[in-house]
C-alpha cells in the first residue's frame, strides 16, 4: 500500500494567518491526491483534487501544489471556519489510501 | 445536486454481519463510482472500497475477505456487506461518490455503528 504522512499532525494559527500541510506519499503517484477538510461528527468535503485544482464551491484562499511525492495544501488568510482536520488522499493506485490527518486549532 | 443517504442497524453483535446501505438521490447511479469508507473513533479514514455502476468491484485487501459491495440501479442504491464482525469495526459508515482521479466529491452524512460483545 502507498503510505501517506502528513507534517505536521497538528498546529495551532491564528485568523488571517497563513497555513502549509505537507502530504509525503511512499510512492510517486502522478499527482492523483485530493484534500479534505473534516468538521467535527461531519462528513469530509473534497478541497483540492488532481493536487491542485480546487473543488467547485471551494473558497480561493485554498490551494494545493505538488508532484512527484511531495504536496502541499495551503491556506491564504485562515477563517474562522477552516478550524478543522484536513486529509490527502491519493487516488493512483489501489488500494485508495489517505493520510492520518492534520488538526488545525485556534490558537 | 446528488445527496448520499446512509441507512443500517446502529448496534450489530460480534461475529455477525453488517449490512448498510446507501440511497442516490436527485442524481443516477451511472457512470460513478461508489464507495464506502470508514472512520473508528477518534482515528482517521480508512477506505474499504468501490462499486462502479456496472458492478464492478475494488476493495481494500485488509478487508476483501469481509467485504461485499453491491449496486442496485434500480433503486439507485448501493451497499456494504461486512462478515465477521469485532470491536475493531466500530466506526462511522460514509458513503461517497468518487470521480475518476478527481476524490470523492460527494458524501453521506455517515452512519455510526457500533459492534458489541
Known amino acids: 500500500d502507498i503510505q501517506l504522512t502528513q507534517s505536521p499532525s497538528f498546529l495551532s494559527a491564528s485568523v488571517g494567518d497563513r497555513v502549509t500541510i505537507t502530504c509525503r506519499t511512499s510512492?510517486?503517484?502522478?499527482?492523483?491526491l485530493a484534500w479534505y477538510q473534516q468538521q467535527p461528527r461531519k462528513a469530509p468535503k473534497l478541497v483540492i483534487y488532481?493536487?491542485?485544482t480546487l473543488q467547485s464551491g471551494v473558497p480561493s484562499r485554498f490551494s494545493g501544489s505538488g508532484s512527484g511525492t511531495e504536496f502541499t495544501l495551503t491556506i491564504s488568510g485562515l477563517q474562522p471556519e477552516d478550524f478543522a482536520t484536513y486529509y490527502c488522499q491519493q487516488l493512483n493506485i489501489y488500494p485508495w489510501t489517505f493520510g492520518q490527518g492534520t488538526k488545525v486549532e485556534i490558537k | 445536486q446528488v445527496q448520499l443517504q446512509e441507512s443500517g442497524p446502529g448496534l450489530v453483535k460480534s461475529s455477525e454481519t453488517l449490512s448498510l446501505t446507501c440511497t442516490v438521490s436527485n442524481g443516477s447511479i451511472g457512470s460513478y463510482y461508489w464507495n464506502w469508507v470508514r472512520q473508528p473513533p477518534g482515528k482517521g479514514l480508512e477506505w474499504i472500497g468501490f462499486?462502479?455502476?456496472?458492478?464492478?468491484?475494488v476493495y481494500n485487501p485488509s478487508l476483501k475477505s469481509r467485504v461485499t459491495i453491491s449496486v442496485d440501479r434500480s433503486k439507485n442504491q448501493f451497499s456494504l456487506r461486512l462478515t465477521s464482525l469485532t470491536a475493531a469495526d466500530t466506526a462511522v459508515y460514509f458513503c461517497a461518490r468518487e470521480r475518476v482521479t478527481k476524490g470523492f466529491d460527494t458524501w453521506g452524512q455517515g452512519a455510526q455503528v457500533t459492534v458489541s460483545s
Open positions: 462499486v462502479y455502476y456496472t458492478g464492478t468491484t
Open positions: 488532481a493536487a491542485s
Open positions: 510512492q510517486v503517484i502522478n499527482n492523483y
